[in-house]
């Protein structure tokens, strides 16, 4: 079964200094991995993926992700955070070996960047 | 910038009662969801729909839910008979191919609140 794991709550920054959310996943086969924001009042917004191939995927408003096989792990990561970054990140997995499009999403990690 | 769009923004009905969700897709998107979001939780899978049939479904999706795609642009989520813990967020989903790797576009939500 799939899973995902969003191991912390809420994340505490400040402005201007790199910010990390952890994500661990669990498939049985190879994952598609995705990392989705979710603004107040709105729906979620796509901001990048791993497929294949490299392990370092970079996405929208300056966020990158690494795609760690060994240890299940997709973390997002900023080099410097904005204020306007506050918001909460959700993690997400496919199955890329069960044929479907079952999306599973992690509980979410509020981002707060303090200025 | 095309959008997914979802109709109403917030509805009350009592329990027992019939609703009807409405979301207009991406025109060129093929796949569409349903996710719910009840309050402080995860992102929640309930369907996905391809080529006017069910292509996956939760054990969320029980015989009191349906979707239709009734015209070449709206897809709709239908919730028979209203019970309390439906009350949630529901968010609308579109992709554009088959490909398991594409993101999902999804739409503001609507939030149902069942009394």
């Known amino acids: 079964a799939q899973s995902v794991a969003q191991p912390e709550d809420q994340v505490n920054v400040a402005e201007g200094n790199p910010l990390t959310v952890k994500c661990t996943y669990s498939v049985s086969g190879n994952p598609y991995l995705f990392w989705y924001v979710q603004y107040p009042n709105r729906g979620l917004q796509f901001l990048l993926k791993?497929?294949?191939?490299?392990?370092l995927v970079k996405g929208s408003y300056g966020f990158e992700a690494e795609f760690n096989k060994s240890q299940t792990s997709f973390h997002l990561k900023k080099p410097s955070a904005l204020v306007s970054d506050s918001a909460l990140y959700f993690c997400?997995?496919?199955?890329?070996?069960?044929?479907?499009?079952?999306?599973?999403f992690g509980a979410g990690t509020r981002l707060f960047v303090k200025a | 910038e095309p959008e997914v769009t979802q109709t109403p923004s917030h509805q009350v009905t009592q329990m027992g009662q019939e609703v009807i969700l409405r979301c207009v897709p991406i025109?060129?998107?093929?796949?569409f969801y349903w996710y719910r979001q009840i309050l402080g939780q995860k992102v929640e899978f309930l369907v996905s729909f391809y080529n006017n049939e069910i292509s996956e479904k939760s054990e969320i999706f029980d015989d009191q839910f349906s979707v239709e795609r009734p015209d070449g642009s709206n897809f709709t989520l239908k919730i028979r008979s209203t019970k309390l813990e439906d009350s949630a967020m529901y968010f609308c989903a579109s992709s554009e191919q088959a490909s398991g790797g594409n993101e999902q576009f999804f739409g503001p939500g609507t939030r149902l609140t069942v009394l």
């Open positions: 025109s060129n998107h093929l796949y």
């Open positions: 997400a997995v496919r199955d890329q070996n069960t044929g479907g499009f079952k999306t599973i």
């Open positions: 791993y497929i294949t191939g490299d392990n």
